[in-house]
């Protein structure tokens, strides 16, 4: 029974787990339009899914509906060594045309061991977003009508804060 224990934790100590930063994603460029950066910190090697899954919520005819958009990798190499980050970009496959003006985007990385991990932004500038933020955001935008008071006003502005913040 010991060792069950002994090998349950090792594990879950080895297991592959995914930190995902997302650079760019542009809608209007044909290739390579989305662009982002994961690292494996995991303690065994692993491999991406060459489809990167993309929930949304857009305005369509006055109301606000979920979307959803596929990307898909461009690199052969897919494979994710132990504490390596490494950067990678995706084609479109389907988008909506106004995608570009979508809100609550949610990012969905798998890996071929069936590892799930989920990078969630508030809109275009892709503003990292933690689970529970993107979730009470989401349901008071859809119950109140209302988005956080302390967004940038323009793109100038939030350029200005990202350079402030330095370069992490």
């Known amino acids: 029974m010991l060792s069950y224990a002994v090998q349950l934790f090792r594990y879950l ?3 592959p787990s995914l930190r995902v930063r997302v650079f760019r994603d542009d809608d209007s460029v044909e290739l390579g ?3 982002f950066e994961i690292e494996n910190v995991g303690g ?7 489809a990167v899954a993309v929930s949304f919520w857009l305005l369509r005819q006055g109301q606000f509906t979920r ?10 190499d897919r494979k994710l060594p132990p504490f390596e980050a490494r950067t990678f970009t995706a084609s ?6 106004n995608y570009g003006f979508s809100w609550f985007r949610t990012y969905r990385f798998t890996t071929t061991t069936g590892h799930v991990v989920r990078f969630h ?6 503003h990292k977003l933690s689970p529970l933020a ?3 955001e989401l349901f008071s935008f859809r119950a109140l009508g209302r988005l956080r008071s ?10 200005a804060h990202k350079r402030l913040q330095g370069p992490h």
Not at 44 to 50: A, G, V
Not at 92 to 97: A, E, H, L
Not at 150 to 159: K, T
Request: proline share 8%; charged share 30%; glycine share 4%.
């Open 13 to 15: 100590i080895n297991r």
């Open 33 to 35: 339009g989305l662009e």
């Open 44 to 50: 065994r090697p692993t491999s991406l899914n060459p």
């Open 67 to 76: 979307g959803e958009a596929t990307y898909a990798v461009r690199e052969v």
């Open 92 to 97: 479109r496959v389907d988008t909506p045309r």
């Open 121 to 126: 932004a508030r809109h275009q500038l892709l």
């Open 134 to 136: 993107h979730h009470w």
């Open 150 to 159: 302390d967004m940038p006003e323009s793109l100038d502005h939030y350029e």
